[in-house]
């Protein structure tokens, strides 16, 4: 089993401990991961015992009358392809202060993500969100989303890295004479540490959300000012905190580790049952603040 696979394997075994998921649900996705009936059963067993895992706030944060945080200045979307066809998302901002590059979580471009590279496009950066199942035919392809998680832990960290930097051209070409910065969320999130890694030098910021760094890696080759987010709670990917904190500092980059306090894994997804309005508000205007300083 790959890193990705077994992270999100991880991810839907954690799933289930936390009620979010039927017990058949969660062994019918890990056979997808292609999980042994015992191996899946194993798994299930190990995150249920797991007790890691902080106690959740005793009250739940209310939702943001507003809607979630940048929706109310969010821009249209399009949707395009560019490169060797490669699909993605297009928001453009009226009067471009830079170009951000925007990577979805294990279910691929999904309407939430879309909504994201609006709000940030809304805020002044053109967005392009980034279908890494554009080889698969697109994550629309998939009316199963468990099939198209499944098919993304199936691809290699070079094809993805190689689809990264090919986003980057596009926002380059697109917004000329602009700062790039990154974004990405839970999977997506481990994928910017992975461009990170991977020395892109075109990048002057980046925001990896609650994202695993990957085993061993070496940020040295990279230039950009990171701001790292994680919520409290989450402590199957805040296990990697302390390594990714190191990273950047042996890497001499710029950097802010920010843990939201009584969030969860996939926090700032208004579409998920982890959505905790006030900690999505609050990194989401920390990004900004970040961008704008880096970006």
Request: aromatic content about 6%.
């Amino acid at each position: 089993m790959t890193p990705l696979q077994r992270y999100v394997a991880e991810e839907i075994a954690t799933d289930h401990a936390d009620g979010l998921m039927p017990r058949r649900e969660a062994l019918r996705r890990l056979g997808l991961l292609g999980l042994s009936a015992a191996a899946a059963t194993t798994l299930l067993a190990a995150c249920a015992s797991d007790d890691d895992k902080p106690a959740a706030a005793s009250t739940t944060p209310s939702a943001n009358p507003s809607g979630p945080p940048g929706m109310d200045e969010a821009v249209s979307t399009e949707a395009i392809t560019f490169g060797s066809g490669l699909q993605g998302a297009w928001a453009a901002a009226a009067d471009p202060k830079g170009s951000l590059l925007v990577i979805h979580e294990n279910k691929g471009l999904t309407d939430h993500i879309r909504t994201v590279a609006g709000r940030f496009a809304g805020a002044g950066y053109s967005a392009l969100a980034i279908d890494l199942l554009s080889e698969e035919g697109g994550t629309a392809k998939f009316t199963d989303p468990a099939e198209a998680t499944a098919a993304l832990a199936k691809v290699p960290p070079a094809r993805f890295v190689a689809d990264m930097k090919a986003g980057i051209d596009e926002l380059q070409r697109r917004v000329p004479d602009k700062k790039v910065a990154a974004i990405g969320f839970c999977m997506g999130g481990g994928l910017v540490w992975q461009l990170l890694a991977a020395g892109e030098p075109r990048l002057a910021a980046a925001s990896p959300f609650y994202g695993p760094l990957p085993e061993g890696a070496d940020l040295a080759g990279s230039k950009a000012a990171v701001l790292a987010v994680y919520g409290e709670l989450d402590a199957r990917v805040n296990a990697s905190r302390d390594a990714a904190t190191a990273a950047l500092e042996k890497a001499g980059l710029p950097h802010e580790i920010v843990t939201e306090q009584g969030a969860d894994h996939a926090f700032f997804n208004d579409t998920g049952p982890r959505y905790n309005a006030t900690a999505a508000a609050d990194v989401y205007a920390k990004v900004l603040d970040w961008f704008g300083r880096y970006a």
